[in-house]
């Protein structure tokens, strides 16, 4: 029997409260529903929904798809859109990590507490870097949310992003010539560490550079593709390798090199067998590859806590230390900007900032 309020007496004999969670995709109204012994009970629990499901459709809207299921029609829209290898990778992050905490509560559910909270879980499981990747990536679908009409704001609008993590340090001059060391004396697997530490080339442009990407005559590499491997949309528990071209204008450069990387890329053309310069049979080695043999040969060198990017950061800092304008660097790199290599590497300038001062205090 109906008493008002929309609260119910059932034949069960208990009472049941109504509110109202908005509208599902056939715009037909969702109510969510409570239990309790006794009328009073009920209607002690049911304001509060009432009140909180209000503010949240006027904040956020009416829709009550929930998240998993609008991001599974996002995931269709932008296919075919973008790269194979983005697209893979912003499914991964999608159903690895937000569907176990986001994935069943609707859209207008989504509010800046429940993302605040979601983020703080990441953060006990993942690096900050990866957290800002996935929090910009949901950003983005719940952006298309409300261009769809479905949701009003985006609770990522009141959060604070995780800060960048600690820039990564460059090898001493010490350390790279013990790395270098074992580097030559290991000759096909050591050369894309000589390319790293004197080309700034990341891992994946290393395994995707090819024979004809080197011009011997006027000592210029072309660099343009990555090869990466990404987990696969269709099977979570799969992988697969995706050569594609480098994301931005910027990172398509041409590098120069030296005579001493041209002559250990002429030796090991001898026994190249494919049009990768470096491979495996006719494929080309993958990036875990040439990161397995990275370990191996830092081992030999006695080297512990360092990884294969900070190659390309140790060669930007060489540049800097040589007195090579930000300019050159940033383009060396392949970065958009030159204020993104100061942003990385505004720690190796200081020495150079306080020589400037040095030689304004000896006008005094």
């Known amino acids: 029997m109906k008493l008002g309020e929309n609260i119910y007496l059932r034949k069960d004999g208990r009472w049941e409260g109504r509110y109202q969670k908005g509208r599902n995709k056939n715009n037909k109204i969702k109510y969510g529903y409570i239990y309790g012994k006794t009328k009073q009970e009920v209607r002690q629990k049911l304001y509060p929904l009432k009140e909180k499901y209000t503010q949240l459709r006027m904040i956020y809207g009416e829709a009550t798809m929930i998240f998993k299921d609008w991001v599974e029609l996002w995931l269709a829209n932008i296919k075919g859109k973008i790269k194979p290898a983005t697209f893979d990778s912003y499914s991964y992050k999608l159903k690895r990590y937000a569907f176990q905490v986001l994935g069943n509560l609707a859209l207008n559910e989504l509010d800046h507490i429940k993302i605040q909270e979601f983020i703080n879980q990441m953060m006990d499981k993942l690096s900050s870097g990866t957290v800002k990747v996935i929090c910009q990536i949901i950003k983005s679908c719940l952006s298309q949310a409300i261009f769809e009409g479905l949701i009003q704001t985006n609770p990522f609008d009141k959060i604070k992003m995780p800060k960048n ?17 074992v580097a030559k004396s290991e000759k096909k697997k050591g050369l894309p560490i000589m390319l790293a530490l004197y080309a700034g080339l990341r891992i994946g442009e290393l395994s995707a550079l090819k024979w004809s990407d080197i011009n011997f005559i006027d000592n210029l590499m072309h660099v343009g593709n990555t090869l990466q491997r990404v987990a696969s949309y269709q099977d979570d528990s799969k992988t697969q390798v995706i050569k594609h071209q480098s994301k931005t204008h910027s990172s398509i450069r041409i590098i120069p090199f030296g005579d001493k990387i041209k002559q250990l890329l002429l030796q090991h053309q001898q026994e190249a067998t494919g049009e990768y310069v470096f491979s495996t049979g006719e494929k080309p080695s993958e990036p875990r590859l040439l990161t397995y043999h990275f370990h191996k040969i830092r081992e030999k060198a006695d080297l512990k806590n360092i990884h294969f990017h900070q190659l390309r950061h140790t060669f ?4 800097l ?30 020495e150079q900032r306080c020589k400037v001062m040095e030689v304004l205090d000896s006008c005094i």
């Open 165 to 181: 993590q600690r820039k990564v340090r460059a090898l001493q001059q010490s350390e790279q010539k013990k790395l270098e060391a």
């Open 321 to 350: 230390e040589k007195r090579a304008d930000i300019s050159s660097v940033s383009a060396l790199l392949g970065h958009s900007s030159t204020q993104m290599t100061l942003d990385i590497y505004a720690d190796n300038l200081l």
């Open 316 to 319: 930007a800092t060489r540049c």
